[in-house]
């Protein structure tokens, strides 16, 4: 037939959520999940975002297109967001931005714009280990995908050393992608004194400085120490890219929401950019889904609804660091020898327990808790009515 040549691929996410659906064990818990979950382990709309659907609703939007780059009232909002209202480039008018098929999308445009445009390397760097979609993404989009050293294993830190070195080793002009904050999968973020020394030898080098902004505002519970590290590269002069979700901050997951923009020179090179963007964008999908960007332009363009919007994103930060802080304490509490710092130390949705692949596989077996071989695990899969026997299952895998 004409596929026979079409062998089935493995699928895409290691069938965690499969086996979690199919274990009947009323205890079971689900921490491969990239999605946050309240305390009673269910999705959560925010309630900012519910009043913004009312508003959209009563007020009677139409369905008519965006333009290409989207919701210009979203876009807007977006960068300001993300670079802070007092930023010089943003004022200057030298900030060309694109709504986007949420993050994901945001770093695919990005990337096929590097691969078109980019005068210099282009080969991108990308930690190690980092979100698993991005090494497929770039490569899609024609860029030659290496690592730099992140995460030290026996240490269950930064690899600050590392992560220079390679940052140095790598050609003049390489691009450099950062996790703007809440590191995915190991929850370690650079402090604000390795970032300086990044920041600096990323200039130094000629690098060009790509940011995931998967998570501002709901690692810390604070949209600008989030965004602080990005900002800073802007404040020292570099002309960055940013990929924004508003997946995770705003809980629009399925909406899709996002955005990618480039810090330009001048406002008549972002015209020449803004314009090329369209051309590249329009024959991939013509033009964004509206609903979700209203919905957040609903949100960040009234003071009321913005306000509402950060207590929420602060109310999911803090669960979540509660929720830390209670793993590690009933860890300790059942008299676990080991060190679990780094539990309460990282930050974002997940933790990297340091757990072993086979540890990892005891605590699916046993004690049907499914997270990934990594031994990464999603704080957000955890509440107060799971958080102790979760801590006895690790517990148990780890001292037997
Ligand atoms: N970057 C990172 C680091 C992520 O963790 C995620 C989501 N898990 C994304 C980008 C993209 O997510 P989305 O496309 O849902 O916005």
């Known amino acids: 037939s004409t596929w026979s040549n079409v062998v089935e ?4 996410i290691l069938g965690i959520t499969e086996a979690f659906k199919a274990d009947k064990n009323p205890k079971k818990v689900n921490v491969g999940v990239g999605a946050y979950r309240d305390d009673s382990g269910k999705p959560y709309v925010l309630p900012s975002v519910r009043a913004a659907e009312k508003n959209i609703f009563a007020r009677g939007a139409d369905k008519e297109y965006a333009g290409i780059t989207g919701v210009p009232a979203f876009t807007k909002a977006a960068a300001t967001l993300a670079y802070g209202p007092e930023s010089a480039p943003l004022k200057d008018g030298r900030v060309c931005i694109t709504q986007s098929i949420s993050g994901t999308g945001a770093l695919r445009i990005g990337g096929e714009f590097f691969s078109k445009f ?3 390397e282009k080969t991108i760097y990308i930690p190690a280990p980092s979100w698993p979609n991005h ?3 770039f490569t899609n989009a024609g860029l030659n995908v290496k690592e730099y050293r992140y995460y030290d294993k026996t240490g269950i830190k930064l690899d600050a050393a590392g992560m220079l070195e390679d940052i140095k080793n790598a050609p003049q002009g390489s691009i450099i992608l950062l996790h703007a904050c809440a590191h995915n999968p190991t929850g370690i973020d650079p402090t604000a004194q390795q970032w300086d020394d990044i920041s600096k030898l990323v200039k130094e080098k000629g690098h060009f400085a790509f940011f995931d902004m998967a ?13 602080a590290a990005m900002r800073k590269f802007v404040a020292e002069g570099h002309n960055v890219a940013v990929a924004q979700s508003f997946a995770k901050n705003m809980g629009l997951y399925g909406e899709r929401v996002g955005a990618f923009s480039l810090i330009t020179d001048s406002p008549a090179e972002k015209k020449a950019l803004d314009s090329q963007l369209k051309i590249l964008i329009r024959p991939m999908y ?16 009234s003071s009321e609804l913005t306000n509402q919007w950060l207590g929420e994103v602060k109310g999911m930060a803090d669960r979540i660091i509660v929720m830390r802080d209670s793993l590690k304490g009933n860890l300790e ?5 080991r060190d679990w710092s780094h539990i309460t130390s990282q930050i974002g949705m997940f933790t990297y327990t340091g757990l072993t692949p086979e540890q990892v596989g005891r605590l699916a077996q046993e004690f049907s808790i499914y997270g990934t071989k990594d031994g990464r695990m999603s704080v957000s899969g955890f509440n107060s009515g799971n958080v102790e026997y979760v801590a006895e299952a690790i517990h148990k895998v780890t001292s037997s």
């Open 286 to 301: 013509s033009n964004p889904p509206i609903n979700g960007a209203l919905i957040a332009s609903e949100i960040l363009n």
């Open 9 to 12: 691929g493995p699928p895409a």
């Open 118 to 120: 980019y005068p210099g």
């Open 215 to 227: 998570y501002q505002g709901f690692a810390s519970g604070d949209i600008n120490k989030d965004a």
């Open 135 to 137: 090494k497929v993404l």
């Open 333 to 337: 509490k059942l008299g676990s020898q």
